[in-house]
């Protein structure tokens, strides 16, 4: 299985930048998702890594170091809109996803 | 426009009743999924499968079951519900591996969410 450790809240401004960090211990590694789920909604696909290494899309990246069991997902230029809960999920061997318990991230004006 | 469906949206039931939660969707995905996610708390996988006629539980113990007899349906089915039910229940679906360099998300429906009283 997987554990996966993400932090709880975090708190922003709109306009700036927050990264949110995310570690695991990996029976069997395929890539590391991150995903954004709004309150009530279902989560929705952010970012994708299975190499080491930086994944740039628009105003959102996602980093992987492997040997490190890590990732972080950076949020620049902060919108009202962003605020959301950000999920952390490993997938093994077999495709299945093991998600952390999430970060909420409020931004306020 | 592909899609994944989940009906009902939200569920009010007593306990002892039998319930089926339904999961379509039209993107021709093989693989699908079934979590059941509590307020601030991960996702957990509960069953899933890789195709038609192929079921396997997750990594959650769930009194729940499943079956997959067309590609685009993915039912879940509670023969007795209790309080402990009491959570949302989200299905999602992916395409069957990463050949070709393809990234295979996971695609999440709206999720349904169930009161047992």
């Known amino acids: 299985g997987q554990n996966i450790d993400q932090p709880t809240e975090m708190t922003a401004t709109e306009g700036a930048i927050v990264q949110i960090n995310c570690t695991y211990q990996?029976?069997?590694?395929?890539?590391l998702f991150w995903y954004q789920q709004h309150a009530g909604e279902a989560p929705t696909f952010l970012s994708y890594?299975?190499?080491?290494g930086l994944e740039e899309k628009g105003r959102f990246s996602s980093f992987l170091s492997r040997s490190k069991g890590y990732s972080y997902l950076l949020l620049k230029e902060l919108q009202m809109k962003d605020s959301a809960s950000y999920l952390c999920a490993v997938r093994d061997g077999d495709y299945k996803l093991s998600f952390g318990a999430g970060t909420t991230v409020t931004v306020r004006a | 426009e592909a899609d994944i469906y989940q009906t009902p949206r939200y569920l009010v039931i007593g306990t002892g009743k039998k319930i089926t939660l339904e999961c379509s969707q039209t993107?021709?995905?093989?693989?699908m999924y079934w979590y059941q996610q509590d307020p601030g708390m991960e996702l957990h996988l509960i069953h899933y499968s890789y195709g038609v006629n192929s079921t396997e539980k997750g990594d959650l113990s769930s009194e729940s079951t499943v079956s997959r007899i067309r590609t685009e349906h993915f039912p879940l089915t509670l023969e007795s519900a209790r309080p402990s039910h009491t959570s949302q229940y989200l299905c999602?679906?992916?395409?069957?591996?990463?050949?070709?360099?393809?990234?295979?998300?996971?695609?999440f429906g709206p999720g349904t969410r169930l009161t047992v009283l």
């Open positions: 993107m021709g995905h093989d693989k």
């Open positions: 890594n299975v190499l080491d």
């Open positions: 990996t029976s069997g590694f395929n890539g």
């Open positions: 999602a679906s992916s395409e069957l591996g990463t050949s070709g360099g393809f990234v295979n998300e996971q695609f």
